[in-house]
């Protein structure tokens, strides 16, 4: 069983399905509204739990209920969440998904307690063959993470989002990073390099060194680079409904089959599926798919 820690984000995403999104002045009538516990972090170790991990979380949330919420339900999930740490005076974060019909989102979100998460709150880490970051915390609870279990011969996959709280160093210490295509583009800005068109190209201006990337996009699948090698997987044909989550099923079930030692090509074709199956139910936690679900899946659409 491939054990995984995750330091990240925890959410609450109050869930509106709208026609479109407002445009500025307008307002808009949603036609219906749920509450989803959420977040990057969140997401990834429950998707890594239903898919077979063994996961220790690194949080934070408030002391309040939407936090009592969530350590609640990370037990339910099996997942250890021994440190989380529960923060007076600062609320659990929040987030307002927009969905519209054709099963995209977009998000507003307030970080409350993810920015309190300090590198002293990651310094007692456990041993793992998979560390997943996220831009949703500090950069300083993630480069410590990522620093003790590179030093320890851990993969660490990194999910660059959002891209403005990727530090140079966090960078540096990924094995692999996963981003989705406008991540991948505005990484590569932000480093003064031009972004190609090309999606395979796109992947491999985004490796350095011996730093592997995996760039997500969308309904067209997924595009991998390694060194020399490279390629680019299609998903399964689905009827999306909500794509909250995609990313975060997408990168988990990437980590878990990289870790168990699957090549890239079938950890890419695995993650497809992972993540094409989570649009086909509303909400990101009820989306993540079980381990089961994704072979069987897979069984029915090669």
């Not at 330091?7 to 109050?14: E, N």
């Not at 851990?154 to 692999?176: C, D, F, K, Q, R």
Request: charged share 20%; aromatic share 4%; with cysteine.
């Amino acid at each position: 069983m491939v054990r995984a820690l995750v330091v990240g984000s925890l959410v609450m995403d109050l869930t509106f399905r709208v026609p479109k999104r407002p445009e500025p002045g307008e307002v808009i009538v949603a036609t219906d509204h749920v509450r989803y516990r959420g977040g990057k972090g969140y997401n990834q170790a429950v998707a890594l739990a239903r898919l077979g991990a063994d996961v220790t979380f690194v949080g934070a949330v408030g002391d309040d209920a939407n936090g009592d919420d969530f350590l609640a339900a990370l037990d339910r999930e099996g997942i250890d969440a021994g440190r989380v740490v529960q923060l007076r005076g600062c609320p659990t974060a929040v987030a307002v998904p927009l969905v519209t019909p054709d099963g995209d989102v977009s998000f507003v979100q307030y970080p409350g307690a993810n920015w309190q998460l300090s590198r002293a709150h990651a310094a007692d880490l456990p041993d793992c063959d998979l560390l997943l970051l996220q831009g949703e915390v500090t950069a300083g609870a993630s480069e410590q993470a990522a620093t003790v279990i590179a030093k320890r011969g851990g993969m660490v996959l990194l999910n660059p989002a959002p891209v403005h709280e990727i530090t140079a160093g966090l960078l540096a210490s990924a094995t692999v990073i996963c981003p989705n295509e406008v991540e991948a583009r505005g990484l590569l800005q932000r480093d003064g390099r031009a972004a190609p068109a090309d999606d395979r190209e796109l992947a491999a201006a985004s490796t350095e060194g011996a730093r592997a990337a995996v760039v997500t996009l969308g309904a067209r699948g997924a595009a991998w680079a390694r060194g020399e090698d490279g390629g680019v997987a299609a998903p399964p044909k689905v009827n999306a409904v909500d794509a909250t989550g995609a990313g975060d099923s997408f990168c988990a079930a990437l980590g878990v089959t990289l870790a168990e030692g699957a090549d890239y090509p079938e950890a890419v074709a695995f993650a497809c599926a992972a993540g094409a199956l989570s649009t086909t139910r509303d909400g990101a936690e009820p989306g993540l798919p079980h381990r089961r679900d994704v072979e069987a899946f897979l069984a029915t659409n090669p």
